[in-house]
């Protein structure tokens, strides 16, 4: 089997493979059953490592297109004829942000860059809790989490008006996991839920694993679109509404106060509960409006979560609501899991209660206001549309203004840079030309030869 393999392509070795043989595979019509050439065979055939044949064999029996059978080696699974090679130019999900082998820029990603990290204070915070406590490293942590955390998370919530006893905050393997635990515990499959559109790509795929139904309410530049709400609401009745407060992923927009409090009224008229998701509330710069804070957790569940901001790795969120939610979500926290990380609960309390978080989140944000003003500049001169300025944050959602979504995702790829189309943040999946960018990333040299390139072809087509 030969396979059209590019030695100087940027394209890692593996995932060429991975996509060649797909396209063999489908070219060819093999039946089920069929067996594949030995490691050995392939590798030589086509001049590869054997490693990187076993890593190819290893992820498409992950995706189910192959299965291996000991001692007998790779055979094509039945349930090929469901699988579906990677067409040339075809738009890639959020989930390929994921794909570690991938030497492009995530120019779309939702993390930070990992020189961005302090891993000296982390590293220190780490070696700290190994040796004063041995507890950590091998028992689980309570069920409503570790009490030296919630106690420094009791106080981070003062800071912002948000004033709840410890009884009302639950620890979680991140906002995902709390997210997943509100969904478990507060719903059903066939209930109705609102969502934003644009909105987290995430949520829209855990609500349909549970067979949850979402509305999607148009996301503003000041928050959830009101006048659409209030339609949405006179003829559905919904059991929550799931939204970003502050710096919206993907648009960069926060809720403005005649917003927050409209969307307040309408709650407890129409008798719903608010989830507030706050990832990004360490990022927060100047006065911002939040539900809970106006609230007091009457209608408002609220989630934020560590990860963002200290390490992906290090999964440390954490919700707060009324003590009956929280014992419910604890409830199901432990059927479900057992409990979180003690380790990793109480590295996040070291790094609280030495300063090192503190003066950890100033830099950051010192760092990402530069980045972001350098970014709406360069989107400015470079004749693209932005959606909104936003405040502080990671993101901006843009797209330039001449040019169709195939062509920009040509360049992109031309200048390895890796996009998150629109179309992912759609509930439904709706067609969007809508890009979400990392302003973290757009100062990296790949970054800079694709807004030149868009920007010249832009001129062109303009």
């Keep these: 089997m030969d396979l059209n393999i590019d030695r100087n392509a940027a394209e890692p070795m593996v995932r060429q493979l991975v996509a060649q043989l797909m396209a063999w595979l489908k070219r060819q019509g093999i039946?089920?059953?069929?067996?594949?050439?030995?490691?050995?065979?392939?590798?030589?055939?086509?001049?590869?490592?054997?490693?990187?044949?076993?890593?190819?064999?290893?992820?498409?029996?992950?995706?189910?297109?192959?299965?291996?059978?000991?001692?007998?080696?790779?055979?094509?699974?039945?349930?090929?004829?469901?699988?579906?090679?990677?067409?040339?130019?075809?738009?890639?999900?959020?989930?390929?942000?994921?794909?570690?082998?991938?030497?492009?820029?995530?120019?779309?990603?939702?993390?930070?860059?990992?020189a961005w990290r302090d891993d000296t204070d982390l590293g220190q915070a780490i070696r700290q809790v190994v040796r004063s406590d041995n507890h950590a490293l091998f028992n689980y942590s309570t069920p409503l989490g570790s009490v030296d955390l919630r106690q420094h998370i009791q106080k981070r919530l003062d800071l912002i008006d948000i004033h709840v006893d410890l009884p009302q905050i639950l620890t979680t393997q991140g906002a995902s996991h709390g997210l997943d635990l509100l969904v478990r515990t507060l719903l059903k499959p066939g209930d109705l839920v609102l969502v934003e559109s644009p909105g987290y790509y995430n949520l829209f795929n855990l609500l349909r694993l549970h067979g949850v139904r979402t509305l999607a309410v148009a996301r503003g530049t000041q928050g959830p679109d009101i006048e659409h709400l209030e339609r949405l609401l006179a003829q559905h009745k919904p059991t929550c509404f799931f939204l970003n407060s502050m710096y919206q992923n993907p648009t960069g927009t926060s809720l403005a106060p005649s917003v927050a409090y409209r969307l307040l009224q309408l709650a407890t008229l129409h008798d719903f509960q608010l989830v507030e998701d706050d990832i990004y509330a360490d990022f927060q710069n100047g006065v911002t409006s939040r539900l809970a804070t106006l609230d007091g957790l009457d209608r408002v569940i609220y989630l934020a979560s560590f990860s963002k901001t200290l390490s992906s790795s290090l999964r440390v969120g954490y919700v707060v609501a009324k003590p009956e939610i929280i014992q419910r979500l604890a409830e199901v926290k432990m059927v479900t899991g057992i409990g979180c990380s003690l380790l990793a609960e109480n590295v996040v309390a070291a790094l609280l209660a030495n300063g090192a978080y503190r003066k950890l989140i100033q830099r950051l944000r010192q760092r990402l206001n530069k980045q972001m003003a350098s970014t709406l500049r360069q989107l400015d001169q470079a004749h693209w549309e932005v959606f909104a300025e936003p405040t502080g944050g990671v993101f901006v959602w843009a797209r330039p203004r001449h040019l169709d979504s195939a062509r920009v995702q040509q360049i992109a790829r031309q200048a390895q840079v890796q996009l998150s189309p629109g179309s992912s943040f759609m509930p439904a999946g709706e067609a969007s030309d809508w890009l979400r960018l990392n302003v973290a990333f757009a100062q990296d040299v790949r970054a800079q030869r694709f807004f030149q390139q868009i920007e010249k072809a832009s001129l062109g087509a303009g």
């Design 31 to 114: 039946r089920p059953g069929a067996r594949m050439p030995s490691i050995r065979q392939l590798a030589e055939e086509n001049g590869v490592s054997r490693a990187c044949v076993i890593k190819a064999y290893d992820q498409l029996v992950a995706s189910g297109v192959l299965e291996s059978r000991h001692g007998s080696g790779f055979f094509v699974a039945p349930q090929v004829s469901r699988a579906k090679a990677p067409e040339a130019g075809e738009e890639e999900g959020a989930w390929a942000l994921f794909e570690p082998e991938s030497a492009r820029l995530k120019l779309g990603c939702g993390w930070l860059p990992d």
